[in-house]
Each structure stands twice: as structure tokens, then as C-alpha cells.
């Protein structure tokens, strides 16, 4: 949790999107949201911890000394989680801090056995950056990154096992987790879902987080507050903790916005207070007032000196680069002629865009996406199948575009024949031959036939 | 600046110990003493000066990411007031 220190909060200019506005009878609205995004780092190792972090072991396997807490014990930083938040941070266009350090942030919680977890308080690692997000009209804009750290996840509780007790699993405690915090830039749920779904598809092109919500390896505070529609107030924001999909997110922003809507035209105040999510009702409800906040006494970490980054190291991470969604996105459309919408699909995730370039290359590229976007995704759902594990191989669906541009077969026997490749994963060619489905454009042989009915 | 009973028993909590209410005057009076002779060091001039991390000037050393360690769930657990079904079993708690 990051307190965000300007007062003032400017009306966002070049702000395209189809407004969102909340209006009721007494008047109209906007909604101003913040996110905090923990991503669980792709390791090995935890990051001050030689332990694994396999996920889905046997209770507390995966645990050390160091992540017990036990006395004595002295945290060592995992030189790949520092070489991941990097990466992270240059995938955020972030500007990369030489100088960082550790802090000890102080609760008190039975998955916590330090009592305290170690994160990054004044000196992050990454500094301010941003996101590009696509909207569904059409348009973009940029969200402004405030910040990401590295810190360390805590233990698991498990309360549904006894009606005593809770449960605690340390494999999770220890294991390195990058929190993003954005500036509050969103002004309606479908930015920062769209939000949601680009830093994920920028993570796992990173391979850094593997974005995965359900599990629990990606995860959304968010910060809500509203105020009279094109004003420049800022009102008392609340916050909802570990709200777990993208979906639950945009439906907790339109909830939580409704709600303090609602006090203040009864006049009544919103209190700064933590609220929770409920995926049943949709609805948020209190978990936290503001006097029972956590104090949580942060104080730099003794045990690990300031992390200092050279500039090989940083460089060594540019190397390792790879191009990014929005890179790609623009590649696709200016050089390979296709539509904004059809990229943005595409290239959400690296498995899906390697497949495109794969069955393109050689062959009409708009036309391959015409496929993809159309009966190739549709049989993919259909099937419940992973791109990765498609019958249809990139390199056949390429074929079968390069039949159609050819004239070998129609549009619509095409169809057919992708029905068969899809069944039996044979080439588009073989299929063809096989059955007889050449289309005959030859004018004479179509006269020789004509010749042959008659007579 | 002085330390009232409130902020007393609020430490208190903050630090999980508990304090018997015919000691918290006599704590009080402590942390008192205690905060005026740190208040001797507001004779300094500190604006502009960064907070001390370390004394020593040195740099962190990283490790490389290999799994070394774990894989002893019965010495993790030994120490637990109680344990269940390989789990640290905890009075139930709620948040």
C-alpha cells in the first residue's frame, strides 16, 4: 500500500473515450481510480530465500529458516528477481532507479512470521512510467505508472478447513512480488480492465509474472473515489483489497462509485475506510475503518544494505528485451496491412502473435488474420484448446490462405476444408487433392464438362 | 513532546505485550524520560540531511536464483505451538 502524495488532481486532458459518467437525478458524476497490482516474479528461488517456489506443493515443503522467520536468520537478495523487476520496469517505460533500498513495513499476522515484511518504502527501483491502453472505441490513452518495488509475499491462510482454526502454509511466504502502483488515471471500469489486460499481456511477454489472476501470482487493490463531473476535486477515496479478476475489478469500480454516489446526495460523508470485494453480491462491503488502520512503522532494513545497480547490469537486462505488444501491434498494422482491432487481438499474447507471423509469412497476411480472427478462434473455443496445441498448425493455415489467393479452391469450400484439417490436422493441400475440391477456373475444361452433361 | 496513556497502550498493542493498567503511569513516565533525552538531539539541524541506513559502505550481495534450501517441513513445524495436517494450525482468525 502506497499512500499518493498530491493533493490536487488535474482534469486529464486529450481524454477521448467515450466519457463515463454516473448521472443521477440530483446531477452527474465521474469516477477516479487508482490500481496497486502485486505480480508474483517468475523464479526459481524466493527472492531472499534459497527455497522453491513451486506452486501447488505439499503444505509448508517449500520453506527455509529465513522464511519461517526463525531468529538469527539473515535474508540474501535473489540476483534474478532484481533482474526481473528491471525487466519489468523497462517493459513499463519506467524510469530504472540506480539507487534503491529496503524497508521493514510492521504487522502483525499469523501468515507473516517475521512480523514484518520486507519491501521498498522511499527508494523503489522502478520509478515513473507508463502503460498504453486500448479502448473499445477505438481509441488510446496512456496510464501513468506512479512507481513499482520488490518486496516479498507472505504465507497462505486457509480458514475453511476448521471451524476453530485457520490454517497457515508458508510455501507462498518469501516468494518476490512486484507492486505497481498506477496514478489515478481511470476514469471509467473499462480503462482499468483494459488496463488490467495489457499489463498482463506485457508481463507474460516479459515472462517475468505469469499474470495469472485465478491463482493468486496477479493481484488488484483499487482505489475509488468520485466526484461532480468536470471538477477538479479530489474526494476521500476507499480502497478494496485483493479483488481477483478483471471482471470482478470493473464491476467493484461501478459498485463502489454507485455507492459513495449515493452517500454524498443523501448528504451524507465516505469515510476513508478499506472495503471488500464480494464476487457473490458484486457488492463491496467494510472491512477496515480508517482508526484501525495498520501502523505499520516503516523503518529502513538492517539486514540488507541499499541496492545499487550498475549500468551493465541494466544494460544486460536491455539486451534481454523482447518486443512488446504495442511494438508488435504497430509492426502488424503498418507493415503487414492490418486493422488496428485485428493487431490489438493478435498480439495480446505472445503464443497467439508468433502463430500469426508463423502462418503468414509467405502468404496474404490480412487474409491470415481474417482466419485467425474468424473460424481459427472459433474452433479453438469450440475445441477448448490452447493456440499452443492447435490441430491446425500456423504453417497449413497459411496453405489454405495461400489455395484461396490462388484460386485452387473458393472461400467457401475453404471452409470445408478447414473443417477437415481441424478434425484430422492434415495439410490443406493433401485434403484438397484427396477429395477432389480443386475449383476449376479454366473456361474450356468448364465447356468440356458443360458438353458432357448435355450430351 | 509528551507521551500520554493512550499512545502508551497503543504501543503496547502494536508490540503484542500486555500492560497491566496500574503500570501504565509508571511506563508513561518512562517512555517520558525516555523521549526527553532523545529530544536533545532536536539541537541539530537535520533538514536537508538523508536518514543513516547503514555505517558501513558496503554493496548487497546477490545470489543466484538455484533452489538450495527447504524440504524440512518437520524441523519448519517443530517449533509450532500447534500443528495440523502439515499445517501451522493458528487461533481462527478473519480479514
Redesign the interface.
Known amino acids: 500500500m502506497w499512500r499518493q502524495k498530491s493533493k490536487k488532481m488535474p482534469v486529464l486532458k486529450g481524454y477521448k473515450m467515450s466519457e463515463y459518467v454516473i448521472e443521477t437525478p440530483k446531477g452527474k458524476w465521474e469516477v477516479i481510480v487508482g490500481l496497486e497490482i502485486h505480480c508474483q516474479i517468475i ?3 524466493k527472492i531472499f ?4 517456489t513451486e506452486f501447488g506443493d ?11 522467520g526463525m531468529p538469527g536468520m539473515l535474508p ?7 533482474f526481473q523487476a528491471v525487466k519489468t520496469g523497462l517493459g513499463l517505460q519506467a524510469k530504472i532507479n540506480k539507487y534503491s ?1 529496503f524497508s521493514r513495513k ?1 504487522y ?3 501468515d507473516m512470521p517475521t512480523d514484518y515484511q520486507i519491501t521498498q518504502f522511499r527508494y523503489p527501483i522502478v520509478g515513473e512510467g507508463k502503460v498504453k491502453i486500448d479502448l473499445s472505441d477505438g481509441s488510446e490513452k496512456d496510464i501513468r505508472i506512479e512507481r513499482m518495488h520488490i518486496e516479498q509475499d507472505a504465507g497462505k ?3 475453511d ?10 510455501n507462498r511466504a518469501g516468494i518476490g512480488l512486484m507492486e505497481i502502483v498506477t496514478k489515478p488515471d481511470f476514469r471509467a471500469p473499462e480503462e482499468a480492465g483494459a488496463f488490467l489486460r495489457k499489463l498482463r499481456s506485457i508481463l507474460r511477454y516479459l515472462k517475468t509474472c505469469d499474470g495469472n489472476m485465478d491463482e493468486g501470482s496477479m493481484r488488484c487493490d483499487v482505489n475509488v473515489s468520485v466526484r461532480p463531473f468536470g471538477t477538479d476535486e479530489l474526494r476521500t477515496r476507499c480502497e478494496m483489497k485483493n479483488v481477483n479478476s478483471v471482471k470482478f475489478v470493473m464491476q467493484a469500480i461501478e459498485n463502489e462509485a454507485k455507492r459513495q454516489i449515493e452517500q454524498y446526495e443523501n448528504g451524507l460523508t465516505v469515510e476513508q475506510e478499506t472495503r471488500q470485494f464480494d464476487p457473490s453480491t458484486g457488492q463491496t462491503k467494510v ?2 475503518k480508517k482508526e484501525f488502520a495498520h ?1 505499520y ?1 516503516y523503518f ?1 532494513e ?1 539486514d ?5 545497480l550498475s549500468d551493465e547490469f541494466i544494460e544486460k537486462v536491455r539486451q534481454d528485451m523482447v518486443e512488446l505488444p504495442d511494438a508488435k501491434k504497430k509492426r502488424f498494422i503498418e507493415t503487414l496491412g492490418l486493422t488496428a482491432y485485428d493487431a490489438m487481438v493478435i498480439c495480446e499474447n505472445q503464443e497467439t502473435a508468433d502463430f500469426f507471423e508463423k502462418a503468414a509469412q509467405g502468404h496474404d497476411a490480412k487474409k491470415v488474420a481474417n482466419w485467425m480472427m474468424g473460424d481459427f478462434f472459433a474452433m479453438l473455443n469450440k475445441k477448448k484448446c490452447d493456440i499452443q496445441n492447435s490441430p491446425v498448425s500456423a504453417e497449413n493455415l497459411g496453405a489454405l490462405v495461400e489455395l484461396i489467393s490462388k484460386d485452387v479452391i473458393s472461400g467457401k469450400i475453404a471452409k470445408d476444408v478447414f473443417e477437415i484439417m481441424s478434425e484430422t490436422g492434415e495439410n490443406p493441400e493433401k485434403i484438397v487433392e484427396e477429395k477432389g475440391l480443386k475449383q476449376v477456373t479454366d473456361t474450356s475444361e468448364i465447356e468440356k464438362i458443360i458438353d458432357q452433361v448435355i450430351a | 513532546m509528551s507521551i500520554d496513556q493512550e499512545t502508551v497502550k497503543r504501543i503496547a498493542f502494536l508490540s503484542r505485550l500486555s500492560v497491566d493498567e496500574d503500570k501504565i503511569e509508571a511506563t508513561q513516565d518512562e517512555f517520558n524520560k525516555i523521549m526527553s533525552w532523545i529530544e536533545n538531539l532536536n539541537e541539530i539541524d537535520t533538514d536537508h540531511v538523508e536518514p543513516l541506513i547503514s555505517v558501513n559502505d558496503i554493496q548487497i550481495k546477490l545470489r543466484k536464483d538455484n533452489v538450495t534450501d527447504g524440504n524440512y517441513r518437520e524441523k519448519i513445524l517443530q517449533n509450532a505451538p500447534a500443528a495440523e495436517y502439515d499445517y501451522f494450525a493458528v487461533p481462527k482468525v478473519m480479514e
Do not use: W
Not at chain 1, 537478495?77 to 532484481?82: G, I, P
Not at chain 1, 478447513?161 to 508458508?170: A, E, V
Open positions: 523464479s526459481q528461488s530465500s534459497g527455497a522453491s505439499d503444505p509448508n515443503v517449500n520453506v527455509s529458516f529465513v522464511d519461517a540474501t537478495l535473489n540476483e534474478h528477481c532484481v533500498e510492521n502483525f499476522y499469523a491462510s486457509i480458514h478447513l476448521s471451524p476453530t482454526k485457520s490454517y497457515i502454509d508458508l472491512m477496515r501502523d512503522r529502513p538492517p540488507l544494505p541499499p541496492l545499487i
